[in-house]
């Protein structure tokens, strides 16, 4: 079963503009990352957030986490072409040894 | 990508033959994992490793084994292929704890007619 799931399922935003996906977990979680997959290649990993932390920024990206809430957004600012990509998070569950991942949100940035 | 490398990277198979993929890696990563990914699904855990010759199932491990006999390598068999089992697999490598970053190869997209 998924720990994690993405919303939405899909975004398309015109270049230069933000864009915001969500996690949503279900269990307590000691850290929540977030990987991006471009067509037809491995997943990259973007950032790692733990549970005691509330908000990250690496470059233009931006991700908080709201552990009362289970749930985890990404915002990517200024957004390019090269950003499209299916972005997914992962959070292990605690006291499983591994990482869960969601289903993903496909993001398309027109130019 | 780069560290981690997967073959063969596109493969067809029939029903009921055995079929191995081959990940190797020269991060000297302690623990490795093979995922499959499906439309809907996600990427979900098949198999890992925590060290040469240790491994452990993940959420998906019916009709797959894994064998890991030196660091950088990590070896998925299917003994006998289904169509269920097409999909792309990826392997992944990760440091000294399962919840790490990853760092993913570049997937075997897998076909089982």
């Not at chain 1, 977030?34 to 950032?47: D, T």
């Not at chain 1, 986490?65 to 997914?88: G, N, V």
């Not at chain 2, 009921?16 to 093979?34: A, F, I, S």
């Not at chain 2, 010759?53 to 019916?62: A, H």
């Amino acid at each position: 079963s998924q720990q994690g799931e993405e919303d939405p399922q899909a975004l398309s935003i015109q270049e230069g503009e933000n864009a915001t996906m969500n996690c949503s977990y279900k269990t307590s979680i000691n850290n929540l990352q977030w990987y991006r997959q471009n067509s037809g290649r491995g997943l990259v990993h973007l950032i790692l957030i733990r549970s005691n932390e509330r908000e990250k920024h690496s470059g233009r990206l931006r991700v908080t986490l709201d552990t009362s809430k289970k749930s985890s957004s990404l915002l990517i600012t200024a957004s390019r072409a090269a950003d499209t990509a299916s972005y997914f998070c992962a959070t292990d569950s605690g006291s499983a040894r591994q990482l869960t991942f969601g289903s993903g949100t496909q993001l398309t940035v027109l130019p | 990508d780069a560290g981690i490398t997967q073959s063969p990277r596109h493969k067809v198979t029939e029903t009921g033959t055995p079929v191995t993929l081959r990940c190797h890696q020269t991060e000297n990563h302690r623990y490795m994992y093979w995922y499959r990914q499906d439309p809907g699904h996600g990427l979900r855990l098949i198999h890992y490793s925590y060290g040469v010759k240790d491994t452990d199932k993940g959420e998906v491990s019916d009709g797959y084994s894994v064998s890991r006999s030196k660091t950088e390598d990590f070896l998925l068999t299917l003994e006998s292929a289904t169509s269920s089992q097409t999909s792309v697999y990826f392997c992944a490598s990760g440091g000294d704890s399962v919840t790490d970053t990853q760092y993913f190869g570049p997937g075997t997209r897998l076909t089982v007619l």
